[in-house]
């Protein structure tokens, strides 16, 4: 029995699959197929129990998994020990990515971190749909938002204020709004997920709460396309202060309602199993922290954010 064939058992146990680990794995359903009979036969148990439509650990998996599990740890961790710094840090990173946080932030680190360490390799998946690891082939994913699923694994990287922005030119030739109420006299520029238009804004001066439906004629599915909008000086957009920061800090757009902020969010990196937490993603974590921090800061130096944000 090989390490390749523990690790598509592993896999098989965390799908409850075996086209679906194959996949992951690019191999063959057929191939892996005959690699558990073999395992099987080796072992003299069952690990899976098999339907039509279903596959579970048997019992004689149940206890086999775990120590499986923990012995692949070992001998990774062995493995890493004997390497070299640059050397250790090795693999494809599989990351699905937003489109504006990706192409215009994330993107250029991940560059950074793949000149360091040669064998790094990357597969992105750029798209601000939700994500189905199984089905869109990803292993790990940075998203605005808290995982919901609690099955899932994730890390927290930096506390994200979402700001109302526009140019200077809009703001002149169509007024600054000094209350929420004033947004009826607006252009606003929407993200549209699926079918559903954000057009509903909500904001709090730290007593009360505002919700305000905006009208407006522009909206997509592409994060980067409302920005760029934005820039353009269609009209008044809600951004993720880190997607839009780069305008900010050149003053290519400003905020508008300093006075009312904007419902915060939180950025993470999320994986769906812990085997998906590699030497690389924690390499990846660690980078986004670092940067995303530099970048925060750069806004409360200028004053646009409020220091707090920094905090975890």
Same mark, same amino acid.
């Given at each position: 029995?090989?390490?390749?064939?523990?690790?598509?058992?592993?896999?098989v146990?965390e799908?409850?699959?075996?086209?679906?680990?194959?996949?992951?794995?690019d191999?063959?359903?057929?191939?892996?197929?005959?690699?558990?009979?073999?395992?099987?036969?080796?072992?003299?148990? +069952?690990?899976f129990?098999?339907?039509?439509?279903?596959?579970?650990?048997?019992?004689?998996?149940?206890?086999?998994?775990?120590?499986?599990?923990?012995?692949?740890?070992?001998?990774?961790?062995?493995?890493?020990?004997?390497?070299?710094?640059?050397? +250790?840090?090795?693999?494809?990173?599989?990351?699905?990515?937003?489109?504006?946080?990706?192409r215009?932030?994330?993107?250029?680190?991940?560059d950074?971190?793949?000149?360091?360490?040669?064998?790094?390799?990357?597969?992105?998946?750029?798209?601000?749909?939700?994500?189905?690891?199984?089905?869109?082939?990803?292993?790990?994913?940075?998203?605005?938002?808290?995982?919901?699923?609690?099955?899932v694994?994730?890390?927290?990287?930096?506390?994200?204020?979402?700001?109302?922005?526009?140019? $200077? +030119?809009?703001?002149? $030739?169509?007024?600054?709004?000094?209350?929420?109420?004033?947004?009826?006299?607006?252009?606003?520029?929407?993200?549209q997920? $699926?079918?559903?238009?954000?057009?509903?804004?909500?904001?709090t001066?730290?007593?009360?709460?505002?919700?305000v439906?905006?009208?407006?004629?522009?909206?997509?599915?592409?994060?980067?396309?409302?920005?760029?909008?934005?820039?353009?000086?269609?009209?008044?957009?809600?951004k993720?202060?880190l997607?839009?920061?780069?305008?900010?800090?050149n003053?290519?757009?400003?905020?508008?309602?300093?006075?009312?902020?904007?419902?915060?969010? +939180?950025?993470?990196?999320?994986?769906?199993s812990?085997?998906?937490?590699?030497?690389a993603?924690r390499?990846?974590?660690?980078?986004?922290?670092?940067?995303?921090?530099?970048?925060?800061? $750069?806004l409360?130096?200028?004053?646009?954010?409020?220091?707090?944000?920094?905090?975890?």
């Open positions: 029995m090989n390490i390749e064939d523990l690790k598509l058992i592993l896999k146990a799908f409850r699959s075996i086209t679906l680990a194959a996949a992951k794995l191999m063959r359903t057929a191939t892996a197929s005959a690699v558990i009979k073999r395992v099987e036969l080796e072992l003299g148990s +069952e690990l129990v098999r339907t039509t439509r279903h596959l579970r650990l048997s019992a004689a998996g149940e206890r086999y998994i775990p120590q499986c599990e923990q012995a692949l740890a070992i001998l990774e961790q062995a493995k890493h020990n004997l390497k070299g710094e640059h050397d +250790e840090i090795e693999g494809e990173l599989r990351v699905a990515l937003s489109s504006d946080l990706g215009n932030l994330v993107i250029p680190w991940i950074e971190l793949m000149d360091n360490y040669p064998k790094l390799s990357l597969r992105a998946h750029i798209s601000d749909s939700n994500i189905d690891f199984y089905r869109d082939s990803v292993d790990i994913a940075l998203r605005y938002g808290s995982p919901s699923d609690a099955s694994y994730g890390f927290k990287i930096c506390n994200v204020p979402r700001l109302l922005c526009a140019t $200077q +030119e809009y703001l002149l $030739q169509n007024g600054s709004p000094e209350h929420p109420d004033d947004l009826a006299n607006h252009q606003g520029l929407f993200y997920l $699926q079918d559903i238009i954000n057009n509903t804004w909500e904001f001066d730290g007593e009360s709460k505002y919700k439906k905006m009208d407006g004629r522009r909206a997509s599915n592409d994060g980067d396309l409302v920005r760029r909008w934005c820039v353009a000086g269609k009209g008044l957009a809600v993720s202060a997607d839009i920061a780069d305008d900010l800090l003053d290519r757009v400003v905020t508008a309602l300093p006075g009312y902020q904007h419902t915060n969010g +939180e950025l993470w990196l999320i994986c769906p812990r085997q998906s937490i590699t030497p993603v390499l990846l974590r660690d980078a986004c922290r670092a940067k995303s921090q530099t970048i925060l800061q $750069q409360v130096n200028k004053g646009i954010i409020d220091k707090s944000v920094l905090k975890d």
